[in-house]
């Protein structure tokens, strides 16, 4: 099947699906969403953007500012159906971490830390392929991924990112087409 | 947007004149190139433009920003896309300055989308432009004779050609010579370089596709210093304006000049609201504005008027200009104005991953890409059946980043990040850029009853592609992917994203040039057929599309135009 054939197909589906979505269902995605709640999870986003890029040999994404850069996008720059999916998604992890461990995701150890992100990874549908593309139109993006791509958004364009973590030219001044990749050379930061 | 500044005559002596030799209306690639030739053959000049100034380097106020400068890293908000559903999908937080407001400056889409980009600020869109140049030739000049489409152009190459080499020589623009017949080589300034891949794709293609040229865009980016601008730093931000003044555009370049000689006035918030006609002396006499500011009518009067406020937006100002003699709009008399509209049609193509060359890399960032000049139709041997006329292609090599790897990239912490911020594996994609035919059914008109804040009739867009468009696609998806297959391209995917009219921000015809004032609005010199002190040079003067970025034609034109009017002048026929 070609593939614009399958997304076509796919889409006439979702559409079936939305109007059978259950009411519950529906109110949660379209509600308007209580964003004063995310101020409330702002340590909680820190600690979880510094589990997704932790400092190394260079900064982390904490340290750059990354959980109030989340906040920001996702009240600004997120369509409503996301939105609610990331402020329930942060309200299960917080839960989960204290049934899982008895304690906030905040005290808990670096390998409790991954093991509670990696469970919502698994759940989380991280992969934004074709199948997951039409599924994000009809239901937003799942809060996993809307999270991991503002903290790879906000590390990788913060100033210890892009000039510590990754090179920054600032004014390169001339292209060269050729050059050869030092060992352990990073990536540039912009293109 | 900046401050407001009223009644800004950047000329002083010529402060409350109200009678000059011309007026520009329009200061974007074509109005700035009219002014600078009119001003330097002597003619005291105004420069009409319907949005704010625009100063070189002073008005570029995000070019030095760095991306954790901006509150969403460059990203659109969500209140951007509910307030500027049009202008948002061309945008980001870095030239966003440079776009025009939806809700300020309404359309009506009727039948068929039509994205309109508009930049209302002085220099137009020349600011935000994709900067590609490329000359047009017979192949393009004599298709619709050949064919029978539309009208024929009046011109040919060799009426053309010399003011290529004119305005070339004063843009800068960098490429490579490449001999081919039906992309004639210009004045060109040293070509950037190709990447590692890029150079294998350009080998491979030459080896298993002979007759398709991989060459380097040539761009109006400045490869070496030029005429006390440039040279281009390749920081690949051209859109916010360059203080190096790096890309050509009006404000960079052709104002400059213009202003230089003491001929210029310039009057920002100036909306032409229209041309007035003497229907004695059969002879546009000036315009009417309206100030953007304060509402106020205002008159100016002079010997020759150019019409350069773009493609859409031209012709609607002579609809606006109604007289007795010209009900329908000033020199509409054959009801062809606004008929024929055309934009190229793109974002179809095809790419693919490249596995291996991970030792190779590059530094800088080119503000250009690779381009593959037209290869079909060019002779009984690439003749197509299933349509008529071409497509270049535009595309870039590049190792992936983290923007391009964060969705692929599983896992999270020390080893993702690691991945994240090291060299993704090469990829290649390459979209074309095709001949739109001209349909009278792709049009544009006003509006009968809905108004803009100034109280002049809104646009009206009807728009679609047709069946050669269609088949045109379909054989520049195929030949893109074949390329990249045959070059040791892996995961190769083709893609066509149906982009609506507009989107190549190629706006052409809508008052084409032609012999006949029976079938045209506009003669071989620009005058408008009748009112022959009227001469329109932006892109509403096009009878077909090429498959060429058309800019560069534009700018030939009017230096071409202007010559012209300048002698009649002087001989007193206009």
């Known amino acids: 099947m070609h593939r614009r054939t399958a997304v076509k197909r796919l889409s006439l589906l979702a559409g079936g699906v939305l109007l059978s979505l259950g009411g519950t269902k ?139 973590a990754l090179r920054y030219d600032f004014i390169p001044g001339k292209y060269t087409g050729v050059v050869t990749l030092a060992p352990g050379q990073r990536a540039w930061a912009t293109e | 947007m900046g401050a407001p500044q009223q009644d800004i005559h950047l000329n002083t002596k010529a402060k409350d004149q109200q009678t000059y030799d011309a007026i520009v209306i329009g200061s974007g690639i074509s109005g700035g190139w009219a002014a600078k030739e009119l001003c330097e053959k002597g003619l005291s000049t105004l420069l009409l433009e319907r949005g704010r100034n625009v100063e070189h380097v002073k008005d570029y106020p995000t070019a030095f920003l760095n991306p954790w400068d901006f509150e969403h ?44 980009f508009r930049g209302y600020q002085v220099g137009g869109r020349s600011l935000t432009w994709g900067r590609m140049c490329y000359r047009w030739s017979d192949l393009d000049f004599e298709a619709n004779a050949k064919e029978g489409i539309g009208v024929d152009w009046p011109i040919r190459y060799k009426d053309i050609e010399p003011w290529y080499d004119y305005v070339e020589d004063f843009v800068g623009i960098s490429g490579q010579p490449e001999g081919l017949p039906h992309l004639p080589d210009g004045q060109l300034l040293p070509p950037m370089e190709m990447n590692f891949l890029e150079k294998h794709f350009k080998e491979q293609v030459q080896k298993h596709f002979p007759g398709r040229c991989v060459t380097i865009g040539r761009v109006a980016n400045l490869s070496r210093g030029w005429k006390g601008r440039g ?111 055309m934009d190229h049609h793109l974002r179809v193509g095809a790419q693919g991953l490249y596995k291996g060359f991970m030792d190779e890399y590059y530094s800088g960032r080119r503000p250009n890409s690779l381009y593959i000049p037209r290869f079909r139709n060019l002779n009984a041997a690439t003749a197509r059946t299933d349509y008529l006329r071409g497509f270049a292609y535009q595309g870039s090599a590049t190792r ?114 032609g012999h006949d004032p029976r079938t045209s609005l506009l003669n071989s010199q620009n005058q408008l057929h009748d009112v022959r002190n009227l001469f329109v040079t932006d892109g509403s003067c096009m009878t077909s599309s090429a498959c060429q970025n058309p800019s560069l034609t534009y700018m030939a034109l009017t230096a071409r135009a202007c010559d012209f009017a300048v002698g009649e002048l002087k001989k007193g026929n206009i």
């Open chain 1, 26 to 164: 529906y109110y949660q995605l379209y509600k308007v969403p209580d964003l004063s709640l995310l101020d409330k999870y702002r340590a909680l986003l820190g600690g979880l953007s510094d589990t997704i890029i932790p400092a190394t040999d260079s900064p982390g994404a904490k340290e750059a500012g990354v959980g109030d850069f989340v906040i920001k996008m996702v009240r600004e720059c997120t369509d409503r159906k996301s939105q609610n999916n990331f402020i329930a998604g942060l309200k299960d992890l917080a839960g989960y971490a204290e049934s899982k461990y008895g304690k906030p995701y905040g005290q808990c150890t670096p390998e409790q830390r991954t093991m509670i992100l990696a469970h919502f990874e698994k759940t989380g549908k991280p992969f934004s392929g074709w199948m997951g593309k039409a599924d994000s139109k009809v239901e937003g993006d799942p809060f996993y991924v809307t999270l991991k791509n503002y903290v790879v958004l906000g590390y990788c364009t913060s100033k210890p990112g892009a000039t510590q």
């Open chain 2, 73 to 116: 890293r460059l990203r659109i908000t969500e209140k951007d896309k509910a307030e500027n559903p049009i202008q948002s999908l061309a945008y980001d937080e870095g030239n966003k300055l440079f776009y025009v407001n939806d809700r300020e400056h309404p359309y009506v889409q009727r039948h068929g989308a039509f994205n309109w």
């Open chain 2, 400 to 513: 992936e980043g983290w923007n391009e790897q964060s969705g692929m990239l599983p896992g999270f912490g020390p080893d993702f990040k690691n991945q994240l911020t090291a060299p993704g594996p090469w990829r290649m994609w390459m979209g074309s850029w095709g001949e739109t035919l001209p349909y009278a059914e792709n049009k544009i008109a006003l509006s009968a009853d809905k108004k803009d804040r100034w109280g002049l009739p809104v646009v009206e867009i009807d728009f679609s592609f047709q069946s050669n468009e269609q088949h045109m696609r379909k054989d520049s998806q195929q030949c893109a992917a074949e390329m990249l297959e045959s070059s040791g391209f892996t995961d190769v995917s083709e893609f066509d994203y149906h982009a609506p009219g507009g989107t190549a921000v190629h706006e052409m015809g809508t008052m084409r040039m």
């Open chain 2, 231 to 341: 040279p281009c730093q390749y920081r690949n931000l051209c859109s916010r304006g360059c203080p190096f003044g790096g890309y050509f555009s009006s404000n960079s370049a052709t104002l400059p000049a213009a202003l230089a000689t003491g001929n210029l006035t310039l009057r920002p918030f100036s909306i032409v609201a229209e041309i007035l006609y003497d229907k004695d002396k059969k002879r546009a006499t000036g315009v009417r504005i309206i100030d953007a500011m304060t509402h106020e009518s205002r008159e100016f009067y002079a010997k020759v008027i150019f019409l350069n406020a773009s493609t859409i937006a031209s012709t609607a100002i002579l609809l606006q200009s109604k007289s007795p003699e010209f009900p329908d709009g000033l020199g509409n008399t054959n009801g062809l104005m606004g008929h024929f509209l």
